[in-house]
């Protein structure tokens, strides 16, 4: 088991395991979602109200009716856009998250099209949709070729006009990142239900503005591999990547509340416009 124990993973290999799809942690992710006091997989409820608020004065739903929400998790965006009067689809890979997703619209009485699938492969159309949302820096996860290949769906799967709008995280979120090494024996938490032993490691590439955090959960005759994947961006070269695309900058904020981007800003939030 030891010969499996990458020490040098090259970027934006992908891992065995998935935190989104593990038998084990998927459950708690959806939790996470469904946690509305806490930043977790979903933002506290507070700012999620707040960023209804901005989004729907940005995108009014006369103008801007058809919305698809990529990584919609178990559906608290998508049926806030839908109370709001707008037909949403919404698209994750989490089959959790998903039946979840379904169910709390079939409860509700809400019409919204689900689908369980990767935004990344799935065929998102053309001229679908007037607004695409990628909430909660999740564009930050992927390689530069799959960012180009998001970016080169959504602007097709848009109609002319329609906008794209998406958050990630700074460099200043990193601030104060210490690379690490660790190891301990768990056993019944958010990790794992069996004993094992938990290595972990936190990383970055010189010269990138990528980090890593590496898992590996030892068992005696198995092992799960997590590596999650962040990029933090600036705003000129996202925004140069975009224009090649062909999108125009409509507003560019320090967040998904619409306030202005400060050097302290964590997270920048961008509203692109084909
Ligand atoms: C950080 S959560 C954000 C969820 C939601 N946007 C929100 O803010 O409430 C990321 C979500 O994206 C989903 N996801 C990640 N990569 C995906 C992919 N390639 N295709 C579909 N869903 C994906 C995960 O399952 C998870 O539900």
Known sequence: MIREIKMEVPM?????D?????DHIAPKMLAAHLDSEFDGATRNSEYISQSMKWLTQKCPVQEFPKLLDLGCGPGIYAEKFCEAGYQVKGIDFSE????YAKNSAKEKDYTIDYQ???YLTADLGKEQYDVIVLIYCDLGVFSP???QRIFQKVYRALKPGGRFIFDVFTPQKYAAFEEANTWQVEEDNFWTKEKCIHLSAQKTYPGTTTYLDQHYLLYPDSFKEFFIWETVFAEEELLAELKKIGFASNEICGDLLGRPSMVESETLCFVVEK
């Open 145 to 147: 070729t799959d960012r």
């Open 96 to 99: 959790l998250s998903i039946a």
């Open 116 to 118: 369980c699938g990767d």
């Open 12 to 16: 934006f290999s992908q891992s065995q």
């Open 18 to 22: 998935s935190i989104w799809l593990d």
